[in-house]
């Protein structure tokens, strides 16, 4: 199966858009289509800590740790390597990437659904996934039924629409219980002192305490409002 991938850029973000096989035993085998949004600040200067523009305010990027990382799992390992690579390829070539085109948009769809379906929607495997238009989402949400999306933005009302198709980032139960009331299913990191018995929320099925029971691909509850399921998923602090 083809590696597909449509790059441009809005503003001050360069997005890519990549479809691929996935072998991560974390989210499972199949094709899959993700979102990455760098800032240009990062792509020029081929660095990755430069993320204010592309991580926004979430307190796991670097510029709210003083250019240090503050635990975010894309800062580690094989998933930083694979990103500043991508920074590095995307430098090569950014005075040529276009601003976003809806015809070169849907030429990229049409190939991507020509090639085989889609397994799962990756909305932000780095970066802030809001950084998309809705359009844009909603288009690429359509591609499978399967779809994740992660956002700490969900506190501004301005991306309230986007409660259809991500969760909410949250790292406090009164943030869960007040992103739940604007309307977002929230996925959260708990601490063994919450009382998860009271919390509305499920064991994200692919974490280490569940077993790994299920991967992303067959799980799919992460995907905002567009599930049955009306409960937040968290995950333990490890």
């Known amino acids: 199966m083809k590696n597909l991938k449509y790059v441009y850029k809005t503003g001050n973000t360069i997005h890519v858009l990549n479809a691929k096989i996935s072998q991560n035993s974390k989210i499972g085998i199949g094709y899959i289509l993700q979102?990455?949004?760098?800032?240009?600040?990062?792509i020029r200067n081929n660095d990755i800590t430069q993320d204010s523009k592309?991580?926004?305010?979430?307190?796991?990027?670097?510029n709210k740790n003083n250019g240090k990382s503050g635990g975010c799992?894309?800062?580690?390992?094989?998933q930083l390597m694979g990103l500043k690579s991508m920074i590095r390829s995307l430098n090569k070539k950014i005075d040529s990437i276009k601003e976003f085109s809806q015809s070169e948009f849907m030429f990229f769809i049409n190939n991507v659904k020509n090639t085989h379906s889609i397994d799962l929607?990756?909305?932000?495997?780095?970066?802030?996934?809001?950084?998309l238009s809705l359009y844009v989402t909603g288009v690429l949400s359509?591609?499978?039924?399967?779809?994740?999306?992660?956002?700490?933005?969900?506190?501004?009302?301005?991306?309230?629409e986007y409660n259809k198709f991500?969760?909410?980032?949250?790292?406090?139960?009164a943030e869960r219980i007040d992103s739940r009331a604007k309307g977002f299913r929230s996925f959260f990191v708990a601490s063994k002192e919450l009382n998860l018995t009271v919390t509305n929320a499920v064991n994200?099925?692919?974490?280490?305490?569940?077993?790994?029971?299920?991967?992303?691909?067959a799980c799919g509850l992460c995907n905002g409002s567009k599930t049955n399921?009306?409960?937040?998923?968290?995950?333990?602090?490890?």
């Open 229 to 238: 399921i009306k409960k937040d998923i968290y995950i333990m602090k490890h």
């Open 142 to 160: 359509s591609l499978s039924k399967k779809t994740t999306g992660y956002t700490h933005q969900w506190n501004k009302p301005k991306y309230n």
């Open 204 to 217: 994200c099925p692919a974490s280490k305490e569940s077993s790994k029971n299920l991967t992303c691909i």
């Open 73 to 78: 799992y894309t800062h580690k390992g094989m």
């Open 121 to 131: 929607v990756r909305f932000g495997a780095y970066g802030e996934p809001i950084l």
């Open 35 to 42: 979102t990455y949004h760098f800032s240009i600040e990062q």
């Open 54 to 62: 592309s991580c926004l305010d979430c307190p796991l990027s670097y």
């Open 166 to 173: 991500f969760m909410a980032s949250t790292h406090t139960d």
